[in-house]
């Protein structure tokens, strides 16, 4: 079964541009999060989506979107694009978040640099 | 507010020698506790996971963490650390409908 495919896995923008970032959750699974990895700040909870509502959101400016397709494949958002955005962006997906007792598989994540 | 304390920053081990990851959190109640491993520019592996149960609880790659309710604490153990296990990890927990909150990593290097 293939894993959780982000793309692109390299990303070069501008202050002020906006970007989008995709990923494709392992077959099946209909829970997709995504989330920030910093050197300062460490891994940070961005949102949740399962069967295209967001179930959670982390403590993010509305610069942060995200959406969910029919499909489970989720995209994320960032507009205006600030210096402090640079990061390892990164997709888990899990097969039911309806209860506890489950496990998020990540993907490999997106590098964006902002410049 | 929930948290999670990984008080090693860097560890370093001879290859060989056995090792222990300290994971210490601050939840209400029994969260799900969780070790994952990120090689550089990877993304992070699941190493194991416990939900209830025995406390003991074994993972991939031959690593073990055991639920300490008492301490509040779940630390990752190998006997044995082999040169392909430096990486960093990570310690996370999460209680129902809630998200993962991780803490802040440790990094491993093995020395031979």
């Known amino acids: 079964k293939a894993g959780v495919t982000q793309t692109p896995r390299y990303l070069i923008k501008t202050r002020g541009q906006q970007v989008t970032l995709s990923c494709s959750p392992i077959?099946?699974?209909?829970?997709v999060s995504w989330y920030q990895q910093t050197p300062g700040q460490g891994l940070q909870f961005l949102f949740e989506?399962?069967?295209?509502?967001?179930?959670n959101k982390g403590n993010f400016p509305g610069r942060f979107s995200g959406r969910q397709f029919s499909n489970s494949r989720s995209e994320m958002n960032v507009s205006t694009l600030e210096l402090g955005d640079s990061a390892l962006y990164l997709c888990?997906?899990?097969?039911?978040?309806?209860?506890?007792?489950?496990?998020?598989?990540f993907g490999p994540g997106t590098r964006l640099t902002v410049t | 507010a929930q948290s999670v304390t990984q008080p090693d920053i860097h560890i370093t081990v001879s290859e060989g020698a056995s090792l222990e990851l300290r994971c210490n959190y601050s939840?209400?109640?029994?969260?799900?506790l969780f070790w994952y491993v990120q090689s550089p520019g990877q993304g992070l592996q699941l190493l194991l996971k416990?939900?209830?149960?025995?406390?003991l609880v074994q993972g991939i790659k031959g690593f073990e963490a055991e639920f300490k309710r008492s301490q509040s604490s779940f630390n990752l153990r190998k006997p044995s650390v082999h040169w392909s296990d430096a990486a960093e990890y990570f310690c996370?927990?999460?209680?129902?409908?809630?998200?993962?909150?991780f803490g802040k990593g440790t990094t491993l290097s093995v020395s031979s």
């Open positions: 888990a997906s899990s097969s039911n978040p309806g209860q506890g007792f489950y496990e998020q598989y």
């Open positions: 077959s099946g699974h209909r829970s």
């Open positions: 989506y399962f069967s295209e509502t967001q179930r």
């Open positions: 939840y209400g109640a029994t969260p799900y």
């Open positions: 416990y939900f209830s149960g025995d406390t």
């Open positions: 996370a927990v999460r209680q129902a409908g809630t998200a993962l909150i």
